[in-house]
């Protein structure tokens, strides 16, 4: 089994930075895409920015030049670096991951369960 944990939300004023992070735990396991979501309140949870196992990044249009996605392919950790937060960037975040199991092997998808991120103005 592999879980996704996600942290670091919290409240922050406009022009602040938060560090999110997400940890995936479990065994026999490799992990490809990392993705961060975000699901604002009334609105459709959209992708923010993704990495690829071998480090290839993109971002959404809004939050380019101001979000940088890492991970750790050794701890199995993606982080999102957010700067200069506006309070349209308010939302629920979410860890995304495409993993193969190693035994047996298999392709999946997991969610963390989110973590709050709110911008006062």
């Known amino acids: 089994q592999v879980q996704l944990v996600e942290s670091g939300g919290g409240l922050v004023q406009a022009g602040g930075s938060l560090r999110l992070s997400c940890a995936a735990s479990?065994?026999?396991?490799?992990?490809?895409?990392m993705d961060w979501y975000r699901q604002a309140l009334g609105k459709q949870r959209e992708l923010v920015a993704s990495?690829?196992?071998?480090?290839?990044?993109n971002y959404a249009d809004s939050v380019k030049g101001r979000f940088t996605i890492s991970r750790d392919n050794g701890k199995n950790t993606v982080d999102l670096q957010m700067n200069d937060l506006k309070p349209e960037d308010t939302a629920v975040y979410y860890c995304?991951?495409?993993?193969?199991?190693?035994?047996?092997?298999?392709?999946?998808?997991?969610w963390g369960q989110g973590t709050q991120v709110t911008v006062s103005s």
């Open positions: 990495i690829t196992s071998g480090g290839s990044t």
């Open positions: 995304h991951a495409g993993i193969v199991t190693l035994l047996p092997p298999r392709n999946a998808e997991y």
């Open positions: 479990g065994s026999l396991f490799s992990v490809n895409r």
